[in-house]
């Protein structure tokens, strides 16, 4: 069993940075993929970043490369998403998850991590 607790959100202007913290308990994060999500208010749950079990493969949605960055330090058994030149369309509830499956074909399915953090609000104000 892991336990997934996010922390990190808030609320920012459009441009400024966040660094969001995913802390695990239970098991070692290392052992497994790890991604984040994001649902805005009146969406479905979305992908934003991951790196996976198989390969240890780093991968972002479209939306976010170049922008957001996924690191994990396993000493710590913690998991982060730096966010910089952050927009209104960022603003979400940001979820923090862990798979011991995931891959190149399957990292960004919701139905495969089985561990999910409570999720911390981010608002972006333009």
């Known amino acids: 069993q892991v336990e997934l607790v996010e922390s990190g959100g808030g609320l920012v202007q459009a441009g400024d940075s966040l660094r969001l913290s995913c802390l695990a308990s239970g098991r070692t994060l290392g052992n497994y993929g790890v991604a984040w999500f994001r649902q805005a208010p009146g969406q479905e749950r979305g992908f934003v970043a991951a790196i996976t079990w198989i390969n240890r493969q780093i991968l972002y949605a479209d939306s976010v490369k170049g922008r957001f960055t996924i690191s994990r330090d396993n000493a710590k058994n913690t998991l982060y998403l730096q966010m910089n030149s952050l927009k209104p369309d960022d603003t979400a509830i940001y979820y923090c998850?862990?798979?011991?499956?995931?891959?190149?074909?399957?990292?960004?399915?919701?139905?495969?991590?089985?561990?999910w953090g409570q999720g911390t609000q981010v608002t972006v104000s333009s």
């Open positions: 998850a862990a798979s011991p499956s995931s891959g190149s074909a399957n990292y960004g399915w919701g139905a495969i991590y089985g561990y």
